[in-house]
């Protein structure tokens, strides 16, 4: 890799990000002309780095860095592959690059050649290329180059070395800083080693690295939203530890999510919402966060207050892009794609506004678009085709579809609330009527997105999927979200600093927020009570003889789906009947052994389901007694 340190996210079931920092410094002889690393989060190997660095022609040195990242999450694999090729002069001057970069089926493609003060930088994705042109009159460093200037810096004494390079992932040229914070002297078998933190200014988390007096990387680490990864030189063994890893242990899931103070009653409708974000790292900085819709009414040192309003439906002019961004196709957003292209014209609606449209577009994404969590970044030609992936897959296309009617469309990441946690999320901005208007195909509800999400980033899209990866990187992993106040149904809801999430007095819950309470029979237990997403368990009962009474509310696309759908989508497919549940209209399916009670409240969906010969016997004296409010309070 022609980087020092780069950004690899892998998403959660909702866009998670990975700070990750690869090794490229290889000194130009033979001991070095090839490494092995190993990536580890905490204890568990998440992949390899192997580096190769020869002369391939005159006068010229060439790297070629190949690397593995596999995480096991949501019970599917990830892969994130990537190979990369510099090509830099003697002096270590940076020439040319090639990266091919696979994190779905197809790879995108990234070729840079340099030219005096001249960058071309083209990119491929489902065998389209786009091409643009940039300036930049800093001087760009190789991995060999920048492992020379490491190396004669240290050996002059110096404490902090300064250069500039090119990083594919960003799609842009980085300034990068390496301050020593150390010297090891020399020991007997072992010469002196340095300890450097490294900081790449598109990054907002510096790498902690150890360095030999060659300017090698002998170790290095970073925090991310899983803790620790670290990086650490090893044998070709790295590679089979790798493609045989097996899941992130769940503490360290648990550290990526930011669990909610309460829960929200039916979140899709929620129209105004006041939160507060605190830095958990001493001397970290916030992105900026003003926004449509969105505004800081509170800054401190380390928290904001945000208060984030549902934007009004949009008027049907659109707005002409002056510039072209953000109607243009690139590599990401493939609006020029002929399936993107195809369908977005098979979607037009004669005589529609753009507001209109869009709203067309964006329930036939959410209908036709399904979950898949082991698609993370993919361009829009392969999303037409598959229709799977992330929330970032259906932002993707969404947006691009929007961009093919020319409607001026962006890509907005950030966090949305869903089932007791704030995850990390990727949505659609269009641009009708002299206003940027969100639209969620993922975390759906019909027309403008609700309140529950904020916007860490927007982007066109021209520098990739890693765009933003600075702004991301400043909170995810080092925040906490607290919710203090939230508008339904035209009523305010203030939250108290001290609020609980739940009561439970003896055989009674109660949720204040969502209105719940319920009373569990006599021989029961209550469990789950801090349960999130995916498991969307709002309180569950364990039965004496080992069965178990679950209390469900819905998902992200809860307002898609009718309880017959949820019923169905859960294996119970036969013996629907009707029937009430806290004085809403309901369906009960199931047999003898296993059996079920779905209805909507609202936008949202609620399931009492019970398993075992006790919980089957007492569902429906449970659901006589469970009380469901419409006000919060």
């Known amino acids: 890799m022609p980087v020092p340190s780069r950004a690899s996210r892998c998403c959660l079931a909702l866009v998670w990000v990975l700070l990750q920092s690869v090794p490229v410094a290889c000194a130009a002889d033979a001991a070095a002309a090839e490494r092995w690393f190993e990536m580890r989060i905490g204890s568990v190997p998440a992949g390899y780095i192997h580096e190769a660095l020869e002369a391939r022609e005159p006068d010229a040195l060439q790297t070629t860095t190949e690397s593995l990242i596999v995480i096991n ?29 696979r994190a779905s089926k197809d790879p995108t493609v990234l070729d840079l050649s340099v030219a005096g003060e001249l960058l071309t930088i083209a ?15 800093r001087l760009l460093l190789g991995p060999e180059g920048i492992r020379a200037l490491t190396a004669a810096r240290l050996a002059a004494g110096a404490d902090r070395v300064e250069y500039t390079t090119f990083v ?18 020399a020991s007997e078998g072992r010469p002196a080693r340095y300890r450097v933190e490294e900081s790449l200014e598109a990054m907002p988390t510096p790498a902690r690295l150890l360095l030999d007096a060659d300017g090698r990387i002998v170790e290095e680490a970073i925090d991310g939203p899983f803790g620790e990864m670290r990086t650490v030189l090893a044998t070709a063994a790295a590679r089979d530890r790798t493609l045989a890893a097996g899941p992130l242990p769940e503490e360290l899931y648990a550290r ?50 945000l208060e984030i309003r549902r934007a009004p439906a949009g008027a049907d002019g659109a707005v002409a892009d002056a510039a072209g961004e953000y109607t243009r196709p690139n590599f990401i957003l493939q609006s020029d794609d002929p399936a993107v292209l195809a369908l977005a014209r098979s979607l037009r609606q004669p005589g529609a506004g753009a507001y209109a449209q869009a709203r067309v577009l964006q329930d036939w994404v959410a209908e036709h678009m399904r979950f898949d969590a082991g698609l993370t970044m993919l361009p829009a030609s392969e999303v037409v085709r598959d229709r799977g992936g992330t929330c970032v897959a259906y932002s993707v296309l969404l947006t691009s579809l929007a961009r093919a009617l020319d409607i ?38 019909p027309g403008p997105a609700d309140a529950a999400h904020i916007a860490v980033v927007r982007h066109s899209g021209e520098l990739g999927a890693a765009s933003g990866a600075a702004e991301l990187g400043q909170l995810f992993g080092n925040e906490s979200i607290r919710i203090l106040g939230y508008r339904r149904g035209g009523v305010w809801v203030t939250v108290p600093a001290d609020a609980l999430p739940y009561q439970i007095d003896g055989d009674r819950y109660q949720n204040a927020w ?13 469990t789950k009570a801090d349960a999130s997403y995916p498991d969307a368990t709002v309180i569950a009962l364990a039965a004496p003889d080992g069965g178990e009474l679950r209390l469900r509310q819905s998902g992200p696309q809860a307002s898609r789906v009718d309880p017959a759908a949820w019923l169905r989508a859960e294996g119970y497919a036969v013996d629907l009947r009707r029937a009430e549940v806290a004085g809403r209209p309901a369906l009960h399916a199931g047999r003898a052994a296993r059996r079920a009670i779905a209805f909507r409240d609202g936008l949202d969906l609620w399931m009492l389901d019970a398993a075992g010969a006790d919980a089957v016997r007492d569902l429906d004296s449970v659901a006589t007694q469970l009380v469901l409010r419409r006000a919060a309070h």
């Not at 105004?272 to 830095?279: A, K, T, Y």
């Not at 007791?420 to 206003?435: L, Q």
Request: aromatic share 6%; proline share 6%; net charge positive.
């Open 123 to 137: 990119t491929e994705a489902g065998g389209r290329r786009y091409q643009r042109v940039a300036h930049e009159a």
């Open 73 to 101: 999450r949501l019970g599917t694999r990830v892969e994130i592959a990537e190979r990369a090729v510099t090509v830099e002069d003697r002096d270590g001057h940076l020439l040319r690059a090639h990266a091919e970069l």
């Open 408 to 445: 001026p469309a962006r890509i907005v990441m950030g966090y949305v609330y869903v089932g007791n946690i704030w995850g990390g999320h990727a949505w659609t901005e269009i641009r009708v009527g002299g206003r940027w208007i969100p639209l969620d195909a993922a975390v759906y509800r």
């Open 168 to 185: 594919p992932e960003l799609g842009s040229v980085c300034g990068v800083t390496r301050q020593v914070t150390a010297r090891e002297p």
């Open 514 to 526: 969502l209105g719940l309470r319920l009373d569990k029979p006599a021989g029961y237990r209550f």
């Open 256 to 305: 990526a999510l930011v669990h909610s103070n309460i829960r929200l009653p039916e979140p899709r409708s929620i129209d105004r919402l006041r939160v507060r974000i605190d830095l958990k790292r001493v001397g970290s900085s916030f992105p900026e966060l003003e926004g449509p819709y969105q505004h800081v009414v509170e800054r401190g040192a380390e928290h904001v207050v």
